[in-house]
């Protein structure tokens, strides 16, 4: 299945991966924002641009319901409170949202958007805490204490709020770091088992990214469900339990993970949408056939 879809928002590198990786499957992308200063890549004639304010309400609308595209994927977001007011991220995520998923809603699109693993509240805490169970999946606990994952929560809110008034369906793509095939960057932080603690040492390679996302606008379900997206293993070269005793002083009562398992289960988003992580760490080299102008 293919057609059109609007990317709204950020073409930041994942941005730029996933409308391209749409483009060569066959849709026909309108790149939504600010600025078309980054949307420029390569000539592919699938792609188009629409400038749009996503946090204006008439300006969100009128550029969706002009394109009346099948499906709206939503991809931005400020992130990172220490390089932004708490207000400004809160405010510009949950208004982006609404706007975002109110007028896909009213076109009868499918949606699905980037929400992320902050959301669960362990990544950004106060303190670090160990979860209530390991793996974690869909149905843990959500509890974030800073305003980039009670956004993401609220914007979760909104999705299951559009998808009961409109009846359209809306995933909720809980997202872990996220990985280049060129610039691994989480393999630098193993040396600190602080730095990865607050998502126990997960990640995901952008090129399963953007296939989750293409089966989360194509694949057969009704309503609102988020979908962990991460690699299968964890980033480590020391068996995770023995790094969560090591950090954390112990592991949940309920531990189902050991070696270089996942601290995240994507189970949900193999059933539903039929997708699973194929790239590790362990097999990441240079794409010399991915070139982004």
Same mark, same amino acid.
């Given at each position: 299945m293919t057609g059109?879809?609007?990317? *709204?928002?950020?073409?930041?590198?994942?941005?730029?991966?996933l409308a391209k990786h749409l483009a060569e499957r066959g849709w026909d992308v309108t790149c939504l924002g600010l600025s078309r200063s980054n949307w420029e890549l390569g000539g592919y004639r699938e792609l188009s641009f629409r400038a749009a304010d996503l946090t204006d309400q008439v300006e969100t609308a009128e550029a969706i319901s002009t394109e009346n595209p099948d499906a709206v994927v939503h991809w931005a977001t400020l992130p990172s409170p220490e390089r932004h007011a708490g207000m400004r991220i809160f405010e510009n995520n949950v208004v982006g949202a609404y706007n975002v998923f109110t007028a896909a809603g009213r076109t009868n699109a499918r949606i699905a958007w980037a929400s992320n693993e902050s959301a669960?509240?362990?990544?950004?805490?106060? &303190?670090?805490?160990?979860?209530?169970?390991? @793996?974690l999946d869909e149905e843990h606990p959500l509890r974030p204490e800073d305003p980039y994952g009670?956004?993401?929560?609220?914007? &979760?809110?909104?999705?299951?709020?559009?998808? +009961?008034?409109?009846?359209?369906?809306?995933?909720?793509m809980r997202g872990s770091w996220v990985q280049f095939p060129d610039e691994?960057?989480?393999?630098? *932080? +193993?040396?600190?088992?602080?730095?990865? *603690?607050?998502?126990?040492?997960?990640?995901?390679d952008v090129r399963d990214v953007v296939t989750a996302i293409e089966r989360a606008i194509t694949a057969d379900f009704d309503g609102h469900e988020p979908f962990i997206v991460s690699a299968a293993d964890n980033y480590l070269d020391e068996p995770i339990e023995d790094a969560l005793?090591?950090?954390?002083?112990?592991? @949940? &009562?309920?531990?189902?993970?050991?070696?270089?398992?996942?601290?995240f289960s994507t189970a949900k988003a193999e059933s539903m949408l039929g997708w699973e992580p194929t790239h590790s760490w362990r097999d990441a080299v240079d794409d010399d056939e991915f070139v982004l102008s």
């Open positions: 059109t879809v609007v990317l *709204a928002g950020s073409l930041n590198r994942s941005g730029r991966w669960y509240g362990f990544q950004l805490a106060g &303190e670090p805490t160990l979860p209530e169970y390991l @793996p009670t956004s993401k929560v609220v914007g &979760e809110q909104i999705g299951g709020m559009v998808a +009961r008034r409109y009846d359209v369906p809306v995933a909720s691994y960057d989480c393999l630098d *932080a +193993r040396d600190n088992l602080a730095t990865g *603690a607050g998502n126990f040492w997960s990640y995901v005793v090591e950090f954390f002083g112990g592991v @949940p &009562e309920r531990c189902d993970i050991a070696g270089t398992d996942s601290a």
